[in-house]
């Protein structure tokens, strides 16, 4: 078979291809016609909206790489069985999404450029018109998990899919687009939930005969553990505070401290969230072994897209503000306001976040029962 690859492989390199020019594969010229809006040639668009064209066609480039690697990533999860050594693959792809949105984040300092009364000068242009009417920016929310009940309203229409219609009330694209993920399930977050309940804990899967047993000796010894640990941390903090007061209030919360990670891994009753959860808590407490190591980073790496994501929604926020003011948006949202609610309101992965407040000292870290399942050898 390999001496099959390598003759195909041969013949391919032997194979003449036409000649290719630069501007054909990059298609540079009809790149070019595309920014100038409406006007009929570039003649009759001022500088600063060709650039404030520019740099939202720029945003829509990065958002098709993301949507690209998100669905990669989507899919790679939703299989039964996902090999240690394609989680590489996936850390890499969500790496190349943080390293996009920290590209795009510099984006908006190109728009600051512009001020307030040069934008007002073509800004009526843009009546109805509004960056919430991105399908593809609903589309990355959708794929990457984002609960449409968390959705805020936009202001003048009843949802955001209203939004997405042309003016007179007809279908359009960007309708196409998001109706087509909305139907494109599971979503990322649901993959990776499958994938963490599936995680061995101790050495035992969730189907294994003594699961349940497992869990709840893991559960016990966790949260012991990191009782003493928030209880060690509270002597030190009562040991150098000297006014009585200041000693009340400490004790209050590190109390609350203190019974955080029983109520975390509680999950409300939720069995099947309750596994989830302790398995974010068994890789972050064991991530120095070695096949926990890629889990690690993929957890990481979700957390580090999501913080991008959340500094793109605040950096566009600010930029708004800068350059118009808290004035109604040109799509009649709230504007600034609107989006500032989307940057706190819209997080997906809130108990991989949650775990950072309960995660404790590796030598505070309770012993495994099966370390060797990990390769790890104790002793």
Known sequence: MASHALAAYAQRAMTTPKPLNYWDYIR??????????????????????VMFITVHQVYELWLKLIL?????????????????????GAVRGLKRMTTIFRVANQHWEVMETLTTREYLGFRDKLMGASGFQSAQLRQIEILFGLDERARIPLGVEPSYIAALRAHDGRPSPALARVEKSLADKPTFKETIEQWLFRTPID????????????LERFIARCTRSYEHTVDATMARALSITSVDGDKVRLRERYGRERNALAEFLAADGDVRRRRVRCAMVFIETYRELPLLAWPRELLDAIVEVEQLFVIFRQRHARMVERVIGRRTGTGGSAGVDYLDKTALEYRIFRDLWAVRTLQMPRSAAPELERADFYGFKSG
């Open 28 to 49: 540079v010229e009809e790149l070019l016609t595309l920014q100038r809006g409406l006007a009929p040639s570039d003649a009759e668009i001022s500088n600063d909206e």
């Open 68 to 88: 690209r690697e998100l669905t990669a990533a989507r899919d790679l999860f939703k299989r039964d069985h996902v090999a240690e050594q394609e989680l590489s």
């Open 203 to 214: 050495g035992v899967g969730p189907t294994a005969k003594d699961a349940d047993a497992a």
